[in-house]
T-cell receptor, first 112, second 113 residues
Framework: KQEVTQIPAALSVPEGENLVLNCSFT??????LQWFRQDPGKGLTSLLL???SQREQTSGRLNASLDKSSGRSTLYIAASQPGDSATYLC???????????WGAGTKLIIKP | EAQVTQNPRYLITVTGKKLTVTCSQN?????MSWYRQDPGLGLRQIYY???????DKGDVPEGYKVSRKEKRNFPLILESPSPNQTSLYFC????????????FGPGTRLTVL
């Protein structure tokens, strides 16, 4: 059974720092992996999606990598800003028609 | 504006009092689902629907009911709420089940006393 883990559960860093959020999964046979952002009262927003055949995806200051063999993905945030404060969730999909399996998230606080 | 709406956003109720959380999307999406989110756990799927009149259980369906009589609406029904159903609930929709992009509602925080 696929399990998704995100460590740490919370992270606080000063503004301007580059940082890495981690996501690990137990079954390497995945269809894709997604990173989401969760803001209080605003639901979830998809940030990046990496297909199983890809190694990384970039969007602005965000870069997500995928290493299926080791069961790991990282979300790199460059030059962090207070507006990046949110909870970041990763989720994996086993197959195109399967549901997402979610990590519990990392709550990120960027201190001005 | 393309969106998923949920109502109510906050609800405090008592054990056994039936309630319905509504979910509506204006994107003509076929696939809709309900999740619950609890501290320290990832989102867990309660029920999903692949189209009108087609619903199926997710990972944690016990104590919940759903219906899909219209494409845009997917209400979540708690016939007899219990304290262990205190949680943050999200509705989501996507074009199809195999479509990667999901749109999420803002969440409903439910407390059952």
């Amino acid at each position: 059974k696929q399990e998704v883990t995100q460590i740490p559960a919370a992270l606080s860093v000063p503004e301007g720092e580059n940082l890495v959020l981690n996501c690990s999964f137990t079954d390497s046979a995945i269809y894709n992996l997604q990173w989401f952002r969760q803001d209080p009262g605003k639901g979830l927003t998809s940030l990046l999606l990496i297909q199983s055949s890809q190694r990384e995806q970039t969007s602005g200051r965000l870069n997500a990598s995928l290493d299926k063999s080791s069961g790991r993905s990282t979300l790199y945030i460059a030059a962090s800003q207070p507006g990046d404060s949110a909870t970041y969730l990763c989720a994996v999909k086993k197959d195109s028609n399967y549901q997402l399996i979610w990590g519990a998230g990392t709550k990120l606080i960027i201190k001005p | 504006e393309a969106q998923v709406t949920q109502n109510p956003r906050y609800l405090i109720t008592v054990t056994g009092k039936k309630l319905t959380v509504t979910c509506s999307q204006n994107m003509n999406h076929e696939y809709m689902s309900w999740y619950r989110q609890d501290p320290g756990l990832g989102l867990r799927q309660i029920y999903y629907s692949m189209n009108v009149e087609v619903t199926d259980k997710g990972d944690v369906p016990e104590g919940y009911k759903v219906s899909r009589k219209e494409k845009r609406n997917f209400p979540l029904i708690l016939e007899s709420p219990s304290p262990n159903q205190t949680s943050l609930y999200f509705c989501a929709s996507s074009l199809r089940e195999d479509y990667n992009e999901q749109f999420f509602g803002p969440g409903t925080r439910l407390t059952v006393l």
